[in-house]
C-alpha cells in the first residue's frame, strides 16, 4: 500500500507544519469517523471512539480537532486524557469501541506529535481501513445534521483500569515486595500510572519523569535519554531501573551495578525463561535485531524470523506464524498472550516474573547473550530522500562491506517517523564497524546535501 499520510505508525509530523495541522486534523477525525461508520453495520446506534494523549502540549488542539471530526461524522467520542498508548488499545477493546485513538509521537521531541489508530479488536488498524480513510480526506467534508452528530463524554477512572490490567498480566502467586525499583516515566503518558502498577505489586518505587509540562516529555528522560536513570538506580541503591518512553509502549531497563538493557536483551530474557517451561513457537525480531540473539535463539531450538523495522511488521509476522513473543532492539516487545500491542510496563513485568521465578538477576539470566557491536548512525536527509539512487552511497556501502569480509552486515533503511537515514553497521572489532558507519554516514550527508 502507498500512502499519503499514514506511515508505519500513523501520521506523524512537527505541530503547525503539515499534516500536523487543525484543518488537516478535523478533516482526519471527519474522514475515519465516515469509514467507522460504514463499517459498523446495523448494529444500531452510533460508533464509539476512545481518544488518549500523551502529555505533549500540543495534545489539547489536536483532541479538539478530533472530537471535532468525529462528532460532525457522527460518531461518539469518548475522552480519557493522558494514558500510554497499550492502555488506549486495551480500553478500547474491554469497552467494545469502534476504535481508539492515541496522540503522540512517543519518543520524538515535544514540538512533534501524531496520531494513530487501533482497531475495536486493540489491533493497529488493518492497511486497508487506513486506505479508505486517506480515500475519504480526499472527497469534500460535510457535517451530519443535529440530530446525527456524535455526542463526548469522559472515562471515568481510565488509568485505573489500565493499572489492573497490567498487574493482572503478572502472575498472582509472585510479586515484587523487597525489591526497589526506579521508574522513569519520562514525563510522557505512563507518568500517573506506571509507578502505581510496580507499587501495588510490592516494589519500593522511586518515581522519576512524573512532571509532565507540556514541553519537558523525552527531555533528557526516558528510554531514549537512560543516564538519568542510571544516575537515581546508583543513587538509590535499587535492584533495578524501567525506562518508558513518551507514549509507554517501549522499555529499557537498568541493573543495580548501572547496566542497560535494550529490547534485544530483554526479549532474550523473557524467550529464555518461557523456553524452560513451555516449547515456543518461534520469536519475531526485525532487521536491526542483533545477530547474536538470533545465535542465542539456534542454541535454544527456537525458530527465528526478522521483519521489517516497526512494532506494525513484528506483528504482522507473528500473526501470520502464530507466535506469541517478538520485539525491537528500541525496547517494543510484543507477548500476545497477554496484550495485542507492545507495552512496556507489561513487557518490564515479564521481565520481572523471570526474574523473580527463577531467583536471577538480570545479569544472570542474559549471561549467555554476547552482543555484537552495533553502530548506528542516523543522517538527517530530506523527506523523501531517494538514497538508494545514489551511486556514490552505494559505493561507500559496498566498501565498507568488503572491509567487513563477513564479520558483520550493514543496514541502510530510511526512518518511518523522522527524515533521517539510519545506517546500522554490525560486527567486530568495533574500530573497524564504526569507521564503516561513518564512511556510509558521510556519503549519505554528502548525496543528501547536493
Not at 497490567?166 to 515484587?176: G, H, I, N, Q, R
Not at 552495533?374 to 536527509?381: E, F, K, M, R, T
Request: glycine fraction near 12%; charged fraction near 20%; hydrophobic fraction near 40%.
Amino acid at each position: 500500500m502507498t500512502r499519503k499520510y499514514f506511515g508505519t505508525d500513523g501520521v506523524r509530523g512537527t505541530v503547525g507544519e503539515s499534516p500536523m495541522t487543525p484543518d488537516f486534523v478535523l478533516r482526519l477525525g471527519y474522514a475515519a469517523g465516515k469509514v467507522l461508520s460504514g463499517q459498523s453495520g446495523s448494529q444500531g446506534g452510533n460508533p464509539s471512539v476512545l481518544i488518549g494523549k500523551d502529555t505533549r502540549i500540543s495534545g489539547y488542539m489536536i483532541e479538539a480537532a478530533l472530537e471535532a471530526g468525529f462528532s460532525a461524522a457522527g460518531v461518539d467520542v469518548l475522552l480519557c486524557g493522558p494514558l500510554p498508548t497499550p492502555g488506549v488499545a486495551y480500553l478500547t477493546r474491554a469497552l467494545r469501541l469502534s476504535a481508539g485513538v492515541v496522540i503522540s509521537a512517543s519518543h520524538n521531541p515535544y514540538p512533534d506529535n501524531g496520531i494513530k489508530f487501533f482497531s475495536g479488536d486493540g489491533f493497529k488498524l488493518p492497511d486497508d481501513t487506513e486506505a479508505a480513510i486517506e480515500a475519504q480526506m480526499a472527497q469534500p467534508m460535510g457535517c451530519n445534521q443535529a440530530a446525527q452528530l456524535g455526542r463526548a463524554r469522559r472515562v471515568d477512572d481510565a488509568g485505573g483500569r489500565y493499572i489492573e490490567f497490567c498487574k493482572s498480566t503478572f502472575p498472582a502467586e509472585l510479586d515484587l515486595k523487597g525489591m526497589k525499583i526506579v521508574v522513569d516515566c519520562a514525563h510522557g503518558a505512563a507518568y500517573s500510572v506506571a509507578p502505581h502498577v510496580f507499587h501495588e505489586l510490592g516494589a519500593d518505587v522511586a518515581p522519576i519523569g512524573i512532571a509532565p509540562d507540556g514541553l519537558n516529555i523525552n527531555d533528557a528522560s526516558g528510554a531514549t535519554s537512560p543516564q538519568a536513570l542510571k544516575s537515581e538506580v546508583l543513587k538509590e541503591e535499587a535492584q533495578l531501573g524501567i525506562a518508558l518512553d513518551g507514549d509507554g509502549d517501549r522499555v529499557l531497563v537498568v541493573d543495580a551495578a548501572g547496566r542497560s538493557y535494550d529490547g534485544d536483551q530483554l526479549l532474550y530474557a523473557i524467550a529464555r525463561h518461557r523456553a524452560g517451561r513451555e516449547k515456543l513457537a518461534g520469536v519475531a525480531g526485525t532487521l536491526m535485531t542483533n545477530f547474536a540473539f538470533e545465535k542465542a535463539m539456534q542454541r535454544l531450538g527456537i525458530p527465528f524470523e526478522r521483519a521489517r523495522v516497526g512494532d506494525r511488521y513484528v506483528l504482522e509476522l507473528m500473526r501470520s506464524r502464530g507466535w506469541q513473543l517478538g520485539g525491537e532492539n528500541s525496547g517494543h516487545i510484543i507477548c500476545l498472550d497477554k496484550h495485542t500491542t507492545g507495552d512496556g510496563i507489561v513487557s518490564a513485568l515479564q521481565v520481572l516474573h523471570a526474574m523473580r521465578e527463577s531467583g536471577r538477576t538480570l545479569a544472570e539470566l542474559t549471561a549467555d547473550l554476547v552482543m555484537y557491536p552495533q553502530v548506528l548512525v542516523n543522517v538527517a536527509v530530506p523527506r523523501g530522500f531517494d538514497w538508494r539512487s545514489h551511486r556514490s552511497i552505494a559505493k561507500a556501502q559496498a566498501a565498507a562491506e568488503q572491509s567487513l569480509n563477513g564479520r558483520g552486515r550493514v543496514l541502510l533503511r530510511p526512518s518511518g517517523t523522522e527524515p533521517v537515514l539510519r545506517v546500522m553497521v554490525e560486527g567486530e572489532p568495533r574500530e573497524l564497524i564504526q569507521s564503516a558507519a561513518d564512511s556510509i554516514a558521510s556519503a549519505v550527508r554528502s548525496a543528501a546535501g547536493a
